[in-house]
T-cell receptor
């Protein structure tokens, strides 16, 4: 079945630094990638949606300049958390889908970000 | 906008049946998903409904009523390993951008006891 590889699984960074999270679709072309953030005991909150080759669409309240999303190819999307602060510590997870959305959504395994 | 409601927590006994309800309001409904999620892990797909009615898949069944904006997930013959969060997610058709958004409810934490 469809697989999305997400790296890193865990990262600890210092406040003020930037962190890049990658999601790769291994056996299908991900035309659309969704990026979610999940705080403890809460559900997945959609941050942004990216379509291959175009600019990402951000949800209300999500800072575009802080969470940089790149979807340059059909198999790779990246989320960069710039100038990270402790409040950005969270579980970040990507979800990919194809043009034929009946196939559903394939989730990456998630990245636990801790900013110290 | 979108609004998806489901109970925060539920408890049940091993071997029993539990029903988790979900109500939703969206402008461009285009399908409803149920996912299971264990803490710190990615959600796992359970079921998908786009037409009214019941979809059965082993111990799990999901029901949808589009006119009522209502769905439920039914878990039978509960096992201890079913203790997890269950997420109701609605696919919302966007008029611009040509894509659909998958919006999640807050999730229901189910605890199965012996």
């Amino acid at each position: 079945g469809a697989v999305v590889s997400q790296h890193p699984s865990r990262v600890i960074c210092k406040s003020g630094t930037s962190v890049k999270i990658e999601c790769r679709s291994l056996d299908f072309q991900a035309t659309t990638m969704f990026w979610y953030r999940q705080f403890p005991k809460q559900s997945l909150m959609l941050m942004a949606t990216s379509n291959e080759g175009s600019k990402a669409t951000y949800e209300q309240g999500v800072e575009k300049d802080k969470f940089l999303i790149n979807h340059a190819s059909l198999t790779l999307s990246t989320l960069t958390v710039t100038s990270a602060h402790p409040e950005d510590s969270s579980f970040y997870i990507c979800s990919a889908t194809t043009l034929i959305e009946a196939y559903g959504y394939t989730f990456g395994s998630g990245t636990r970000l801790t900013v110290v | 906008g979108q609004n998806i409601d489901q109970p925060t927590e539920m408890t049940a006994t091993e071997g029993a049946i539990v029903q988790i309800n979900c109500t939703y309001q969206t402008s461009g409904f285009n399908g409803l998903f149920w996912y299971q999620q264990h803490a710190g892990e990615a959600p796992t797909f359970l079921s998908y409904n786009v037409l009214d009615g019941l979809e059965e898949k082993g111990r799990f069944s999901s029901f949808l009523s589009r006119s009522k904006g209502y769905s439920y997930l039914l878990l039978k013959e509960l096992q201890m390993k079913d203790s997890a969060s269950y997420l109701c997610a609605v696919r919302d058709r966007q008029n611009s951008g040509g894509y659909n958004k998958l919006i999640f409810g807050a999730g229901t934490r189910l605890a199965v006891h012996p």
